[in-house]
């Protein structure tokens, strides 16, 4: 759980630093748009679709980009056809890593994530490889100095969560996809905010890097967290604490 954690909160920063709302919002906006293609417009019927919205709006999406997104979904407004794909490989080190994707263009998505993959030394595998690694959890990532653990842990299980976590300065809670739209409902209404909060692959055990090994594959995952196809990235990687440090320091 740490190094999932420590990749999420990383990238999460990232993205604020950067500012790159934009393209998170395109990526966003796809999985609404092939959400309502395969389920409906009707998010109280569609759950993939209202698990969809929960990320949107998490990422301050305006209701007028939602409503298009679901239309062009739909296809009350003319939309772009997207293909759903997982592609899986090992960065360096080992690191098992699983990019969920989007296109248009397979051919042109694989041939440029390969190439990311093999700039790092690391290598896109075939179907199968590495996602019995992981396991599909909800998860939400709440800084803990709103609300004590027990508390959380209460409203979290009762919610239907699978489990709390400290990690940090921050709460991990996770459950089942299919708790997931009640659990951040009683997130939302116990007034908590959260740092971070969508469906992802959660690995089952994970590789400690040093602060070397963890520079480049840090640069792997943010490059391609950065490719516009790639939906989501999840790897099997801990960086511990010691090695983070040195790698915020400038030390790696």
């Known amino acids: ?105 397979r051919n042109r998505t694989a041939g440029e994530v390969r190439k990311l993959f093999e700039i790092s030394g690391g290598k896109l595998g075939a179907t199968g490889c590495v996602a019995w690694m992981f396991d599909r959890k909800g998860l939400l990532s709440i800084p803990a100095d709103q609300i004590e653990e027990e508390a959380l842990m209460d409203l979290a299980l009762e919610a239907g969560a699978d489990d709390v976590r400290r990690d940090g300065p921050n709460f991990e809670v996770t459950c089942d996809p299919n708790a997931y739209s009640a659990v951040c409902d009683a997130i939302d209404a116990a007034g908590l905010k959260t740092d971070v909060r969508q469906i992802t692959r959660i690995p089952k055990d994970t590789i400690d890097l040093d602060p070397e090994a963890a520079t480049v594959v840090l640069k792997l995952m943010d490059s391609l967290d950065d490719h516009d196809d790639v939906q989501s990235v999840a790897a099997n990687f801990n960086i511990p604490d010691e090695a983070l440090a040195a790698i915020e320091s400038g030390r790696a």
């Open 1 to 105: 759980m740490a190094g999932h954690s420590h990749w999420a909160n990383i990238a999460h920063k990232k993205s604020m630093i950067d500012n790159k709302r934009g393209k998170l919002w395109s990526k966003l906006a796809k999985g609404i748009m092939v959400a309502a293609k395969s389920g409906g417009g009707d998010p109280n019927a569609n759950l993939r679709l209202r698990y969809a919205i929960i990320d949107a709006k998490a990422g301050n999406m305006p209701k007028d980009t939602i409503d298009r997104a679901i239309k062009k979904g739909t296809g009350e407004l003319e939309g772009v056809n997207f293909e759903e794909i997982l592609y899986e490989g090992y960065g360096p080190n080992g690191v098992a890593i699983l990019c969920d994707i989007l296109t248009d263009n």
